[in-house]
């Protein structure tokens, strides 16, 4: 049986989605035999080190819209509705790019942790 291809799609919106995404991510790099796992966000590279250096690939790619923060327990409602609009008015064409990656890239197995594209 060849070795699976795994997208796994993570929202970028807080560490916690992250950190779970690379340990789970790092779980399947240790199996044998390994598969390939793509970790697709926009939080940042290093917060995927662990499982990158195990073996993940990353790319960075808009998969949610953000919450917009401008202090870590206040959001700016007025702004993330902006963002989520212009988000929603892009989002076929987001969703065509990303079905034409996963066929070029031939990826066997979708994951996704809270990310709105994936889903």
């Known amino acids: 049986m060849p070795d699976l291809s795994f997208a796994y799609y993570c ?9 779970r995404v690379s340990a789970f991510a790092s779980h399947l790099l240790s199996l044998n035999p390994s598969p390939t796992v ?3 966000s926009s ?14 690939l990353y790319r960075y790619a808009n998969i949610d819209p953000v919450i ?10 007025q702004k993330s ?3 989520l609009q212009e ?4 989002k076929d064409t987001k969703i065509s790019q990303e079905v034409q990656w996963l066929r070029d890239t031939k990826i066997d ?5 809270a990310a ?3 889903l």
Request: glycine share 8%.
């Open 81 to 83: 509705v902006q963002v």
């Open 38 to 40: 793509h970790i697709v």
């Open 11 to 19: 929202s970028g919106h807080g560490y916690g989605h992250a950190t």
């Open 87 to 90: 988000f929603l008015e892009q």
């Open 116 to 118: 709105f594209l994936a």
């Open 43 to 56: 939080a940042p590279e290093h917060v995927f080190a662990d499982s990158i250096a195990r073996g993940a």
């Open 109 to 113: 197995c979708v994951l996704s942790d």
């Open 68 to 77: 917009v923060q401008p202090l870590a327990y206040r959001v700016d409602r």
